[in-house]
Structure formats: structure tokens, C-alpha cells
T-cell receptor
Framework: KNEVEQSPQNLTAQEGEFITINCSYS?????LHWLQQHPGGGIVSLFM???GKKKHGRLIATINIQEKHSSLHITASHPRDSAVYIC??????????????FGTGTSLTVIP | NAGVTQTPKFQVLKTGQSMTLQCAQD?????MSWYRQDPGMGLRLIHY???????DQGEVPNGYNVSRSTTEDFPLRLLSAAPSQTSVYFC?????????????FGPGTRLTVL
């Protein structure tokens, strides 16, 4: 059982297309993170959300707490956006107070 | 700030060998953790620490030990390497408070056990 499910697993887009990656989770959370991982590279945090919507440049992240769902949108996609995008949630039910659960990631390829 | 640093970046071991993966952070974060990343699976928590002298097991702790003698350092020890431990290992750190729970990740260590 995966606490965090992402879709699609793989996504290929033409440069300039609008892209949506979805994340659903099954645990109570205090925050949801969107992470970016480039091939052979490390992991970078893009967004941290607990409600509503956030925007950084061409990236937009939304979350619906009632539906336990989040989306990451990329407008005017570019080949440099090619990466794996990972959804992670911070559980409120953890004894640690900081337990994160991760999705398996969405591999995005943007073709020029 | 250097952020979260990990060494080595790559390592090849033979079955039964032991080694330590180093992790350090200079952000004074209380929480540090080790994850492994395997193809087709999300990051899985190995061990974590909520402060110096305090460690606990995560989802997949078997075959690994940790210690936290200082706030800055959180090494991961493989006691007797097995091929199943071939993976990419990430160290991460964050503040403990709810308002500052963004995780910062190290660059990763790619480990191959033959």
C-alpha cells in the first residue's frame, strides 16, 4: 500500500505545452512537498503546501486538503524542465513528528 | 552555507564489507534522515534523528546503523554489505517546527554491492 500515488508515471511533452502532474495521498498531512530530481543529480524542493495554491515562475502547485489531492502544473514547458517530479507528504500521525512519505515520481521529458 | 553534504558520491563494495556514508549539514537542523532510492519505488526512510544523541528506525533499517554525536553530522554505517543494499542513498535535514519543515537533500551516494 502506497501512502502517496502519482500520475502519470511517465510523461513526454512538446516544448511549450501545459503539463499537469497529479498526486493523491491517503494519510493525514501537515504539508505536501513537490520535489524535482534531475538525471544523475540531487533532489531540490520546489514547493511546500499546506493549503491553496503557490506559484514560482512557470510552476504552479495546488492542493485540495478535503480531496487529499495535489497537482503540479508547468506552463510553457521547456526542455530544461525534463526531470523526475516527486510528491512527498509530511504526516501528522507520525510519532516522529516529521515522517515523510514519497511518491514514486513522474518522469517528464520535454522535447524541443 | 554548504547545505547538506554527502561523501562519497560513488562507492563499490564487495559482499560482506563494511563502510560508512558521511552526511553533514551546516544549517543547525535538528532533524536528519537517511533515505534509499530504488527504481520504481519512492524514497524509503532508513533511520532518522531528531537531535544529537537521539536516533530511531525508519521503514527499512535492517543492515544499517546510525549515530548522532553532533547536530551537524549523521553517518550511516553498513555493517556487512549485501547486494540488496545496492541503491542511491540520500541524506536530508530540516527544522523540527511545523513552520520550517522543508527538507534539504544532499547530492546522494550511489552504492553498488557486488
Amino acid at each position: 500500500k502506497n501512502e502517496v500515488e502519482q500520475s502519470p508515471q511517465n510523461l513526454t511533452a512538446q516544448e511549450g505545452e501545459f503539463i499537469t502532474i497529479n498526486c493523491s495521498y491517503s494519510v493525514g498531512i501537515s504539508a505536501l512537498h513537490w520535489l524535482q530530481q534531475h538525471p544523475g543529480g540531487g533532489i531540490v524542493s520546489l514547493f511546500m503546501l499546506s493549503s491553496g495554491k503557490k506559484k514560482h515562475g512557470r510552476l504552479i502547485a495546488t492542493i485540495n486538503i478535503q480531496e487529499k489531492h495535489s497537482s503540479l502544473h508547468i506552463t510553457a514547458s521547456h526542455p530544461r524542465d525534463s526531470a523526475v517530479y516527486i510528491c512527498a507528504v509530511r504526516s501528522v500521525n507520525s510519532n516522529t513528528g516529521n515522517q515523510f512519505y514519497f511518491g514514486t515520481g513522474t518522469s517528464l521529458t520535454v522535447i524541443p | 552555507n554548504a547545505g547538506v553534504t554527502q561523501t562519497p558520491k560513488f562507492q563499490v563494495l564487495k559482499t560482506g564489507q563494511s563502510m560508512t556514508l558521511q552526511c553533514a549539514q551546516d544549517m543547525n537542523h535538528e532533524y536528519m534522515s537517511w533515505y534509499r532510492q530504488d527504481p520504481g519505488m519512492g524514497l524509503r526512510l532508513i533511520h532518522y534523528s531528531v537531535g544529537a544523541g537521539i536516533t530511531d528506525q525508519g521503514e527499512v533499517p535492517n543492515g544499517y546503523n546510525v549515530s548522532r554525536s553532533t547536530t551537524e553530522d549523521f553517518p550511516l554505517r553498513l555493517l556487512s554489505a549485501a547486494p540488496s543494499q545496492t541503491s542511491v542513498y540520500f541524506c536530508a535535514s530540516s527544522y523540527m517546527g511545523h513552520s520550517y519543515n522543508e527538507q534539504f537533500f544532499g547530492p546522494g551516494t550511489r552504492l553498488t554491492v557486488l
